[in-house]
């Protein structure tokens, strides 16, 4: 009698392809940016998950960017970044408030501090300060702030 074929794969060998959250069994322990819903940015390594896509991030940090436009001689106008991160640590997210999310190279990031300064690393306080002198320019020239808004479920609004 030939032997049957296994009906299924041995205990601790994944499937080439997991449908829904357990395709997150990939990311884990790895380094992830993760976008929310009101419109935050989340880096933290991925350390559990369930079947609802709720995962739990270590070393979390909520990464902050302002881009402020500047002339750079008379011809054009450049853009400079200035990103903070703010420390959280440990963080639960619901699974529903997740909107993107994507692996950072830790090293990429690094070098991307390195460039023609289009992105410059501030501490919190200088952040703040520069976002308070922007709204203030924003104010004067008569602009409204530009805002994020997800449009999700809107056909479940009653």
């Not at 001689?73 to 993107?100: A, K």
Request: with cysteine.
């Amino acid at each position: 009698m030939p032997p049957r074929a296994p009906q299924a794969a041995p205990f601790g060998c994944l499937p080439p392809f997991l449908p829904g959250s357990a395709s997150l069994v990939e990311q884990l322990d790895q380094r992830l940016l993760v976008v929310l819903r009101d419109g935050r940015h989340l880096v933290g390594t991925l350390r559990s998950f369930d079947q609802f896509g709720n995962m739990v991030l270590e070393d979390t940090s909520e990464r902050r960017i302002l881009a402020v436009k500047g002339k750079n001689g008379e011809e054009f106008e450049s853009t400079i970044c200035y990103q903070t991160d703010i420390q959280l640590g440990l963080y639960i997210l619901r699974g529903d408030v997740v909107v993107l999310m994507g692996e950072v190279d830790e090293e990429e990031e690094q070098e991307d501090f390195s460039n023609d300064g289009r992105i410059r690393l501030v501490s919190l306080d200088e952040f703040e300060q520069l976002e308070e002198e922007e709204a203030k320019k924003r104010e004067q020239n008569g602009e409204e702030a530009e805002q994020i808004e997800w449009d999700f479920d809107l056909d479940l609004v009653a």
